[in-house]
């Protein structure tokens, strides 16, 4: 049977999906503005950060009211929870884009420490999650949601890798190198936490899709 | 350990089969709630648990309900006990034209084999002081119940079955008349019972279900399509037809 409310979690759907196109232009853009040394791009994605944060109220607002007036059950249930959960973590990736776009401000008009290797590639697994995630929620693909959980490991050791090199490599040999060094280390540690937020998606999709909980349950994936 | 327990219980209405092959598991001191849309044999099914079905032409059952390791189904069960051990409360209240007093004190006067007054006393205190209706209603007990309100008359209803001490108490749509206030406060009261009762509610609202009980039983055409703790049944129903029921797509 058509249900009115199917419409409603229809406009709710396609928010979550406005909301995640957003953020990923927000990452996409964070990325090429460190490997471009662009200001300009860097400050558009701070300045832009707004509209996200303003979304972020809205889809909160309409999840309230969608639980307050249908007090829905079950997949209903789950997918409204769910989707202001993938809705907080959006907007926290977005923030941490923010993030790497201040850490470009500050070394953008100075030499490069190094040539950038392991942190491009930190950012393409970041933004591969991201995009997985986006589509797992759409197609309700749990397996691909648990594709996204298993890639986590892989962007905390690259992390590690960016941290112990910056910090053996660099910073102990020329502490003068620190207004440099720093950031980049503060960017290796936003894309990772990027990652993390996703991997929280992915599994708060797992819960929307089979009711299960895998989220501090690794064995059950 | 069950307080019911139903196998493969089929009933039939004449060539009309109502219930079929249940198979559940009431456990004690909780409140468990039984969905399902209208005509899906839950009344029915509550209606088996102190036999008041008998009391309809052409009814025919078979399999077990066991009560207390006893299967009430069996020719040879007493009725009478049974039906002080598991008392119904119904959707109207429906108090005796007497006073309040009589009312609570009616079942005690059919089953006791004598009766004084300071024990009659005792239990009209005792009994409306557990439906909370003490306070209101101790200088107003030779007042006649039926100008009580609705509210207060379903708890008089619920008082004069907890009188002759119960240890089911089934409620078939207990709150349907009541406003929302009112639904609250027997809500409450429910809660409050399942520490001495076991109690077995049929409802058609399900945030009710929802929000009072501890299991929940679905049933469709007959059928105990699942059964399973209230959280379970309410945000992950194993199910698709408990699914597409509770979330409004059945029909």
Known sequence: MERHFDEELKVLHKDILQMAALTQEAIHKSIEALKNREKAMAQGVIDADGKIDALELVIDELCIDLIARHQPMAGDLR??????????ELERIADLAVDICQRVLEIVDKPLL??????????VIAQRMVRDAID?????????????????????????????????????????????AVPLLLIARHLERICDHTTNIAEDIIYMVEAKVVRHHPEEL | MAKILTKNLNLWYGTFHALKDVNSSFRPNIIT????????????LLRVFN?????IEGVRTNGEVIIDKENILEPKADLVPLRKKVGMVFQRPNPFPLSIYENIVFGEKVHAESTNRDKLDEIVETSLKSVLLWDELKDKL??????????????????????????VLLMDEPCST????????IEELMRELKNDYTIIIVTHNMQQAARVSDDTGFMLLGELIEFAKTDQIFTAPQDKRTEDYITGRYG
Not at chain 1, 79 to 88: L, Q, R, Y
Not at chain 1, 114 to 123: A, N, Q, R, T, Y
Not at chain 2, 51 to 55: E, F, G, H, T, V
Request: hydrophobic share 40%; glycine share 4%; charged share 30%.
């Open chain 1, 114 to 123: 190094k040539p950038l290797v392991d942190i491009p590639e930190l950012s």
């Open chain 2, 142 to 167: 030779r007042r006649p119940a039926l100008g009580l309100s609705l509210e207060q008359k379903q708890r008089l209803c619920i008082a004069r079955l907890i009188a002759v001490k119960p240890d």
């Open chain 1, 79 to 88: 997918f409204i929870t769910t989707g202001m959960k993938i809705n907080a």
């Open chain 2, 33 to 44: 709630a039984i969905i399902g849309p209208s005509g899906c044999g839950k009344s029915t």
């Open chain 2, 178 to 185: 009541l406003d929302p206030q009112a639904t609250a406060r």
């Open chain 2, 51 to 55: 036999r008041m079905n008998d009391l």
């Open chain 1, 136 to 180: 797992a929620f759409i197609n309700k693909d749990v397996e691909l949601a648990k594709k996204v959980v298993l890639s986590d490991p892989q962007a905390d050791n690259l992390r590690n890798k960016v941290q112990a090199e910056l910090l053996n490599d660099y910073l102990a040999r020329d502490p003068k190198a620190a207004d440099r």
